[in-house]
């Protein structure tokens, strides 16, 4: 095995902190990995990974090598292409993470045009509603949906959702159509949240000077894009969806907008990846193909 396969080996088991799934997500023997690991902390003279009964991490020297080869696998990959025209230049595996519904209904169709135009790229497509971690899980790039928190992580604005409140149109034959801040106490809103036992946020509009949330009561607390939606048709209550994931559904009649002039805050959309001083080029085509796709259903942010 030669020390550019070991490094390779060392990266995937740092990030997925095992050494039984690195070898499962590579295709190699769990010896192999086992085997490469200890040939790199020989020819270094240091413990790269701390291994004990639960799983696998690094130490502070494990850490710095770490951080050094994704630099130097990265810049790699770009020698490999730098002389090389047209698609054929790009190769190798791209890991990517994206909501259920971007991916199913923007991203999936129209993925068999860029594989055409990139035959030697591999994609492995997470889809998700959690948030990943990038790092630990071996992704190339995330597509994120809402406010970010602080991090390491680079950010790519891409632009943001607009927000429409939709109820089905049994819904609002049973409990009227909301028009008012004051009509909400009256009816039911569909509770989203990241992890079930979370507080809801409850219903958000912008009352003239700022966005403002307010509770409303609620049958049922769902922890998933598609089951928010599901709720929504069967008529369980009243959701704030980004316009392009519902449009189909309200031309169809299946939805219907409901308080149109309280609509919540437009909710940004990114592309993060970890930071590296040289991103790999098959990357940089991936998330320029993916902005371009994702612009004419995102409103451009301000400043």
């Avoid at 790199?40 to 639960?54: A, K, M, V």
């Avoid at 990517?96 to 129209?110: F, L, N, Q, S, Y």
């Avoid at 809103?189 to 700022?210: N, R």
């Avoid at 790999?280 to 085509?285: A, F, G, L, N, P």
Wanted: charged share 20%; glycine share 6%.
């Amino acid at each position: 095995m030669n020390q550019l396969e070991a490094l390779q080996i060392f990266v995937r088991v740092a990030e997925l902190a095992s050494y039984t799934r690195a070898a499962e997500s590579l295709g190699m023997p769990k010896a192999s990995m086992s085997t490469a690991v200890q040939q790199l902390e020989s020819e270094f003279g240091t413990q790269l990974l701390h291994r004990t009964t639960r799983k696998v991490q690094m130490t502070l020297d494990g850490r710095a090598c770490y951080e050094r080869c994704k630099d130097l696998l990265a810049d790699m990959d770009e020698l490999r292409s730098m002389f090389q025209q047209g698609p054929q230049a790009l190769r190798g595996r791209l890991r990517v993470d994206m909501p259920t519904g971007v991916a199913r209904t923007t991203v999936i169709p129209r993925l068999p045009e860029f594989l055409r135009q990139h035959p030697r790229i591999e994609i492995e497509l997470s889809c998700t509603d959690r948030k990943v971690d990038l790092v630990r899980e071996g992704f190339d790039c995330v597509m994120r949906v809402g406010t970010l928190e602080d991090s390491s992580l680079i950010v790519r604005p891409l632009g943001a959702f607009a927000i429409a409140n939709c109820a089905s149109p049994d819904y609002v034959r049973r409990y009227g159509m909301p028009r008012s801040v004051e009509d909400l106490a009256n009816h039911q809103l569909i509770h989203y949240v990241g992890t079930l036992g979370a507080k809801s946020m409850g219903f958000e509009y912008h009352d003239g000077v700022a966005y403002r949330t307010v509770d409303m009561p609620g049958a049922i607390t769902v922890n998933s894009a598609e089951a928010y939606q599901e709720a929504c048709l069967a008529g369980l209550g009243i959701v704030q969806a980004p316009v392009s994931g519902v449009r189909h559904l309200i031309e169809r009649g299946l939805l219907v907008e409901v308080a149109p002039a309280l609509r919540a805050e437009p909710m940004p959309v990114s592309l993060l990846y970890a930071q590296r001083r040289n991103l790999s080029q098959r990357v940089q085509v991936f998330m320029s193909w993916v902005a371009e796709l994702m612009k004419p259903l995102l409103l451009p942010l301000p400043g």
